[in-house]
Nanobody, 124 residues
């Protein structure tokens, strides 16, 4: 059983930056594939970015490529999402998720553990 706790959300102006963190506990973090998803009001939850257990393989949804960077520190059981040049359309609740498969995947159904979410609001 994995528990995930996100932090780092907030209100920022367009063009600004935020860094989200997700701390995992309860299972060997270094074996987990990790992902960030987001859900905007009135929309379905969508995949944003994923990282494999090794930290080498990553995958980004097209709308955030070049602006967002995912990384992980297995010694700290933490995955990060650095978000630069934020846009109003990035406004959403951001969720951290863990997959026992250990690989990069955009499929939400393959993530067994989810955090409570952290709100990101980008003003224009």
């Amino acid at each position: 059983q994995v528990q995930l706790v996100e932090s780092g959300g907030g209100l920022v102006q367009a063009g600004g930056s935020l860094r989200l963190s997700c701390v995992a506990s309860g299972r060997t973090f270094s074996s987990l594939g990790m992902g960030w998803f987001r859900q905007a009001p009135g929309k379905e939850r969508e995949f944003v970015v994923g990282i494999a257990w090794s930290g080498v393989a990553t995958s980004y949804t097209d709308s955030v490529k070049g602006r967002f960077t995912i990384s992980r520190d297995n010694a700290k059981n933490t995955v990060y999402l650095q978000m630069n040049n934020l846009k109003p359309e990035d406004t959403a609740i951001y969720y951290c998720a863990a997959s026992a498969l250990g690989v990069v995947t955009p499929k939400a159904s393959l993530f067994a553990a989810w955090g409570q979410g952290t709100q990101v609001t980008v003003s224009s």
